[in-house]
């Protein structure tokens, strides 16, 4: 029977510049696990840490970004990992950062790219991470009322 964990979350970085939201994406280095994917941030849950910290952890240590404000993506990333007989349950958040904001890459990244929506979601190689990015812009990062439902912090 296959376990049921939630012991990673995925995040989405974004940016408002020129009145335009814009994602964050990252190119793995060729010579990692899942060379070359393009893909938004996840990481994996410390046992000492909650969901929120680690994302706000994960945004620092990949991208040396500083988050300006966070959001649950009100949105779980669920999958099944064949390897291991597990369903992965795992939270999204969005993070906004600076209008100028470019990262300062982590040792398993080779590229980046500020994306539109479009853009994000084709290089996105996973469903459940083409309909978060979605979900985000529609509800987050375009702002308004109803984003302010979903800040954290």
């Not at 990062?141 to 800040?151: H, I, T």
Request: a negative charge.
């Amino acid at each position: 029977m296959p376990q049921l964990v939630s012991d990673i979350v995925d995040v989405y970085v974004f940016r408002k510049s020129r009145r335009r939201v814009q994602f964050l994406v990252l190119r793995r280095r060729d010579d990692v696990v899942l060379g070359s994917i393009w893909q938004s941030i996840h990481g994996k849950i410390e046992p000492s840490e909650t969901a929120v910290d680690t994302a706000i952890r994960e945004v620092q240590e990949h991208t040396g970004l500083e988050p300006h404000k966070i959001y649950s993506a009100d949105y779980i990333n669920q999958f099944y990992d064949h390897k291991t007989d597990t369903i992965v349950l795992a939270p999204s958040f969005a993070v906004l950062v600076g209008p100028n904001d470019e990262p300062t890459l982590s040792p398993e990244y080779g590229d980046y790219a500020w994306c539109d929506l479009e853009e994000t979601v084709a290089r996105l190689p996973w469903s459940g991470q083409r309909w978060a990015a979605r979900h985000i812009f529609d509800v987050i990062a375009v702002g308004g009322e109803e984003a302010e439902f979903y800040a954290i912090r």
